[in-house]
């Protein structure tokens, strides 16, 4: 489960923000998901609640949100977006993909007070 370790990145991210910018407690919280990154969505919500225990973040809302990766089709030369791995070129149906990105965990946005 690397979704604990993940969390605990974040918060770290995020309680160092928190602190430059004077706020006194995160009241929401916007994590972008790339859709290859192998992120179990309630693992990561249940990982986010138990590492803002007793922190500035304690809870927070926790709003998540996925972006495709990009892929190159050496097949047909088009970029396309992909949401698996394994998935084939959605204009030619090509498997011949470069995939690009995807695979990220980015802190979007945060609300304080």
């Known amino acids: 489960m690397h979704e604990i370790s993940l969390c605990q990145s974040a918060l770290e991210l995020i309680e160092q923000q928190a602190q430059n ?41 926790l709003h998540l949100s996925y972006r495709n990766a990009r892929a190159w089709c050496w097949d047909c030369s088009q970029e396309v977006a992909v949401t698996r791995h394994d998935a084939p070129c959605p204009v030619c149906s090509g498997h011949r993909l470069r995939i690009e990105g995807g695979d990220s965990l980015q802190i979007k946005q945060m609300e304080v007070e």
């Open 21 to 61: 910018h004077g706020a006194q407690r995160v009241t929401a919280v916007w994590i972008e998901i790339g859709v290859l990154s192998c992120v179990e969505e309630s693992a990561l919500a249940f990982c986010f609640e138990s590492v803002c225990r007793h922190t500035v973040a304690e809870g927070c809302q």
